[in-house]
């Protein structure tokens, strides 16, 4: 049973530039979540997408969007990519209809902006 | 707004040693607590998961236990072993919305 898939796992960007992440979630879980976690500090949540809409959403601007596919899966996108957003970006997959289960994580993409 | 607290920061032991390490949160209406274990540049590998009904769960060496009334988690590491050597984070989940994460606790065990 496949674990949280995440692509690609390091990604260097230059400045100004736009940034697509992957991420495909465990078997069986319908709702996806990405975290922004900076060197030394926690993961910070971005945003949480369930059929396909954005449901909840952390204090990230709007540069940083996303997209959930029928298959569950789910995009990341940063655009005008800052210095400050370099950092490991996590997603996470889960239930939606019950917390029994907690939540699986992925490896991560580590995100350089030069 | 959740917040969480890790206490110790970092942890610096000899093998073998029993270990204790503690998270706090703010807001008590939680459906349960997961610890992650986070290896340096790695994703997140759940250890454990406590119902709010629960008071304990166990998994080996390692056992958390929940006092929900008073906001606080802790994980025990028995035996501890150089390969325990990892940060270790706490999320409590408040239902349908998301993890919150303190800055968790960092820690070396030596051989």
């Known amino acids: 049973d496949a674990g949280v898939t995440q692509s690609p796992t390091h990604l260097i960007k230059t400045r100004g530039q736009q940034v697509t992440l992957r991420c495909s979630p465990k078997?069986?879980?319908?709702?996806v979540s990405w975290y922004q976690q900076a060197l030394g500090q926690g993961p910070q949540f971005i945003f949480q997408?369930?059929?396909?809409?954005?449901?909840q959403r952390g204090n990230f601007p709007d540069r940083f969007s996303g997209h959930q596919f029928p298959n569950y899966s789910s995009e990341l996108n940063v655009n005008a990519l800052l210095l400050g957003d370099s950092a490991l970006y996590l997603c996470?997959?889960?239930?939606?209809?019950?917390?029994?289960?907690?939540?699986?994580f992925g490896s991560g993409t580590r995100l350089t902006v030069v | 707004k959740q917040e969480v607290t890790q206490i110790p920061a970092a942890l610096s032991v000899p093998e073998g040693e029993n270990l204790v390490l503690n998270c706090s949160f703010t807001?008590?209406?939680?459906?349960?607590l997961q610890w992650f274990r986070q290896d340096p540049g790695k994703g997140l590998t759940s250890l454990l998961l406590?119902?709010?009904?629960?008071r304990e769960q166990t998994s080996g060496r390692l056992n958390a236990s929940l006092d929900k009334s008073s906001g606080r988690s802790t994980l025990y590491i028995a035996a501890s072993q150089p390969g325990d050597s990892a940060t270790y984070l706490c999320?409590?989940?408040?239902?349908?919305?998301?993890?919150?994460f303190g800055k968790g606790t960092m820690l070396l065990v030596s051989p």
């Open positions: 996470a997959s889960s239930y939606w209809e019950s917390s029994l289960y907690g939540y699986t």
């Open positions: 078997s069986g879980h319908d709702t």
């Open positions: 997408y369930y059929e396909e809409e954005e449901r």
């Open positions: 807001d008590s209406a939680i459906y349960n």
């Open positions: 406590i119902q709010s009904s629960q």
């Open positions: 999320a409590p989940n408040s239902g349908y919305s998301t993890l919150t």
